[in-house]
């Protein structure tokens, strides 16, 4: 079964083709970090607009790639939150005139199943169960996962993210848009050991994430040595000593909770999706730690590592078998939990 993926969540236009027999088939993208970067974040209605602009010449585009026309494809997968409310409608709308069209299904997916699938697009893929640890830019969460759309939460974010906090205190160290990148190369710089910042819930006994605290402990360490407090006048080698600890600090962290997660569900393999997934610290440190545990360590390729379309298309794909065409009448999900998700009958 082939089956399109569209994914208009926030600040890019993903698309994709997936086969359940061949495997990703063609996928594209169009970031919009260019357009947003001169407002220090991402604009909902420029995103929109974007959006619009963007999807229709990239569906062509994918299925010019993959060799298939709109009456080859099985079903169209698009997300239907978490995310930006116009950016959603953009993709649920598109896909469920198509779908209207071809008188196939249009499956609403949730977009952090989606990262936490992404993995499976890899080789090698991981076999379930596993642990997996979802890190992107509004969430840092543990899930023990059995199948598809079976999901058991281990821990959640209490406030700010991974993703959150490394965008934050960058942009409090006046690094560009999009800080979390940016912030990650200027940690290259940095002498180890020469600031401390703390681990926020390390020792909390749970597997929760808490990372506000080290926002706030980056801006008074940084307002206590700037010239008149302005953080981005700090010497460029003290912002590079601080990026890497604030690295430190959130790798610390997650690494260790992920880790404790793989022991409390009695599990081998690590999962890791997610944006902030992309990061080379965290991957080696959580290598390192649990290739001593005696465990395996999974990533999506570090193209579908932020969001994209072919993982749309892969979880759409697995849970269309019992699908069928339906009234498109369609809703987006600008908040939605993961954990409310139903197992598919595929997977049952």
Same mark, same amino acid.
């Given at each position: ?63 010019? &790639? =993959? ?5 080859? !494809?099985? @079903?169209?997968? /698009?997300?239907? $939150? %978490?995310? *930006? +409310? ?77 993703? &959150? =906090? ?5 942009? !409090?160290? @006046?690094?560009? /848009?999009?800080? $979390? %990148?940016? *912030? +990650? ?96 610290? *965290? ?66």
């Amino acid at each position: 079964m082939k089956v399109l993926g569209i994914e208009t969540s926030c600040d890019e236009t993903g698309v994709a083709v997936y086969d359940t027999v061949a495997g990703l088939l063609a996928h594209a993208l169009h970031t919009q970090v260019a357009m947003h970067r001169d407002y220090g974040g991402v604009v909902p209605e420029l995103a929109s607009r974007d959006h619009i602009r963007r999807v229709v010449p990239l569906i062509e585009k994918v299925l010019h &790639e =993959a060799g298939l026309t709109l009456g080859d !494809l099985d @079903g169209i997968a /698009y997300t239907q $939150g %978490p995310g *930006l +409310a116009g950016a959603l409608l953009v993709g649920a709308s598109v896909a469920s005139a198509l779908g209207y069209a071809l008188r196939i299904p249009a499956l609403p997916v949730h977009h952090l199943e989606g990262h936490l699938l992404s993995p499976l697009l890899a080789t090698p893929r991981p076999d379930f169960p596993f642990v997996a640890l979802l890190v992107s830019g509004g969430h840092s969460q543990l899930f023990d996962v059995t199948g598809v759309g079976r999901y058991r939460l281990l821990g959640d974010t209490q406030d700010d993210a991974a993703g &959150e =906090a490394f965008d934050k205190t960058a942009k !409090l160290l @006046g690094l560009p /848009y999009p800080g $979390g %990148p940016a *912030l +990650a190369r200027l940690a290259e710089q940095g002498t180890p050991g020469a600031a401390r910042l703390p681990r926020p819930m390390l020792a909390s006994g749970n597997l929760d994430f808490s990372f506000s605290g080290l926002k706030t402990a980056v801006l008074t360490l940084a307002r206590k040595e700037a010239a008149g407090g302005a953080t981005e006048s700090l010497p460029f080698a003290r912002k590079a000593d601080l990026a890497l600890e604030i690295q430190s600090a959130i790798v610390d962290v997650l690494a260790a909770k992920a880790i404790a997660a793989l022991a409390q569900a009695g599990r081998k393999r690590l999962v890791v999706a997610g944006g902030v997934g992309a990061n080379l610290a *965290l991957r080696e440190r959580l290598r390192a730690g649990v290739t001593a545990e005696g465990g395996e360590v999974f990533y999506p390729d570090l193209a579908f590592c932020t969001d994209n379309g072919a993982m749309i298309a892969l979880a759409g794909a697995l849970r269309l078998a019992g699908a069928q065409a339906g009234d498109y009448v369609f809703e987006v999900r600008p908040r939605w939990e993961l954990t409310s998700l139903t197992t598919p009958a595929a997977a049952a």
